[in-house]
């Protein structure tokens, strides 16, 4: 079967490398050959991870470049396949006639084919391989519409900052070639003499940091929100940003293996969960707060790498691509339709289109962590391992999933809220049947995945992926996880609603809250210190870190600059005077090259006389 994997990873490069290459000659057919290949990668996953097939090449002398299914990559595979035929069919609607369509699809199918790369790559030459081109599309992608004022730039600071951590899978190529790591496998990792592997993990964590807007590099993300909306939702769910977790999940024996790796990657994971989700709660923008909330969910993946819940992990993998897919292709449809996207002017939205708000809803809720939904069930192994490790990283874990809930309410409670507008949906522009039945099967999905939290298939899970389940969560912790969910899903929405003085979905009935006092409650206890900490934190990404980024920037082009101007004129000045002295010398040696026999014979006297001349004196 392993024409199989070949076909699944060379049929989206081939189709997406001939769109680009035809260019606008090629706009008419882009969209359905994309929509073929996008269904055949869904049916083309759906058979390695049957058969797990495996395929190595030579590359350089002893090493072998290989891909290869196994449990974890099956699962990634699939949840790829499915999203990205999601975003396509999305994509149609958005990306329309006038519009650089081949150009547009051919990057997406390339982009795709990358991500399918990275997670199925069995050693660091094919990961990284893949890991540059991800990165290079992902430019070309968030660059898109470049003529707007702005846009090529905030593509550019987020290359530059992914660039920046991608360096670190160069050190550990580097660290795992010289600690005689067979063939640069990542399977042999652990087994490095402890310098080469904490050398090799740490360049991998930077590298997986930087990749999956992590702390200290979460500030890029935000930037990549110019792009398309299909996109941000193929970006942000199960490609480019949640390649990273994806990466320190795969590369867990080696965390667990070096004795800092894996206490440093959980509290980045757990802190970034925390501070970015008080980000989110604090955005007036759509697409920013789900950007904001991406980095918080992925960190959920960081923090299970870290303390070694890889079922867990894997699950939230899943879970959050799906649910952020939904949202983003909900927030796409509303765009092409409202032309809104700030919080502010999306207030009625969910009324005005009720099957996109419905099913924006549904992602919204299982986003909060609410039961029985994906998220809440995929994130409770993590908090028990997170538990098991230390009773303060769970405290800190249970408080992001408490933030999760309060951006999510916000979201949802501003879609939903009256806005007088409701009847003018009837006579406006309807949303595309091309962007509804992506919306339905993600929602579904969304809450199908709950089935997770039952133990008999999370123990199925755990053999699926070849790994120890462990001990699974407690009651109280299931409990505790839903209860806090719920608690601050409702008090949050239910403020926001009254704040904005519009009717918002009713989440709690309003004589208990009423005499529960539960409006000054959440504005003074948990509305205004959260919305304090968020602005702070929001001050802290976009100042402190952002303008560190932006002061490196300034201090390498001073010294390009620098360089250019002396360093570069030293050394064309030196090139120059080497070649006039090659010249002036070339010149002598052509003099004596005159044609006339009498003169060659004149010269040979010469020197045979010179030489006579040495030998004596010499003797």
Known sequence: MAATLWTLLALPTVVGGGLLLAGRRADAVAAPAALAVAG????????????????????????????????????????????????????????????????????????????????????????????????????????????????????????????AGDVGLYLAAGAA????????????????????????????????????AQLPFSFWLSHAMVGPTPVSALLHSATMVAAGGYLLVRVQPALAATLWAGPVVAWVGVLTALALGAVAYAQRDIKQLLAASTCSQVGFVVLAAGVGAVVGGTAQFVAHAAVKTLLFLAVGAWLVTLGAQGVERLRGAARRYRFVGVTFAVGGVALAGVPPLAIWAAKDPILA?????????????????????AYAAKAVAVVWARSGEEAEAEDGPRVALWQRVPLAGLAAVSIALGVVAFPVVAAWGARLLGVAYGAAPALWEIVVSG??????????????????????????????????????????????????????????????????????????????????????????????????????????????????????????????LALVAVWVLLR
């Open 483 to 608: 209860v806090v969910s719920v608690a601050v899903l409702a008090v949050a929405g239910w403020v926001h609603a009254r704040a904005e003085r519009a009717r918002a979905v009713v989440l709690l009935p309003a004589g208990l809250v009423e005499w529960l006092h539960l409006e000054r409650l959440a504005e003074a206890g948990v509305v205004r210190p959260v919305l304090a900490l968020a602005r702070g934190l929001a001050v802290v990404d976009d100042r402190v870190i952002d303008g560190g980024v932006r002061g490196c920037s300034a201090v390498v082009a001073g010294l390009a600059r620098l360089a250019d101007g002396r360093g570069e004129l030293g050394l064309d000045r030196s090139i120059r005077a080497v070649a006039g002295a090659v010249r002036w010398l070339a010149r002598l040696a052509l003099r004596p090259q005159t044609g006339l026999v009498h003169q060659y014979y004149a010269q040979a006297v010469a020197v045979l």
């Open 177 to 212: 070639l010289a600690g005689g790591a067979a063939g640069l496998e990542l399977a042999g990792l652990a087994g490095l003499a402890p310098g080469w592997r904490d050398a090799a993990v740490a360049g991998i964590v930077v590298a997986a940091l930087g990749k999956s």
């Open 40 to 163: 055949a990668e869904v049916v083309l996953g759906g058979v390695v991870a049957g058969t797990r097939p495996a395929v190595t090449v030579p590359a350089l002398p002893g090493i072998r470049v290989g891909a290869a299914v196994d449990g974890l990559s099956a699962v990634a595979v699939l949840t790829v396949a499915v999203v990205l035929l999601a975003v396509v069919s999305a994509s149609v609607a958005e990306i329309g006639r006038g519009q650089a369509r081949a150009r547009f699809h051919g990057l997406l199918l390339v982009f795709a084919a990358a991500m399918l790369v990275t997670v199925t790559a069995t050693d660091l030459v094919a990961l990284l391989a893949a890991w540059e081109v991800m990165g290079a599309t992902s430019y070309a992608l968030i660059g898109f519409w470049w003529q707007a004022p702005g846009r090529a730039r905030s593509a550019g600071v987020a290359f530059v900052t992914t660039r």
């Open 385 to 405: 391992a997170g538990l098991a490790r230390s009773a303060v990283l769970y405290v800190v874990a249970l408080a992001a999933v408490a933030v999760s809930a």
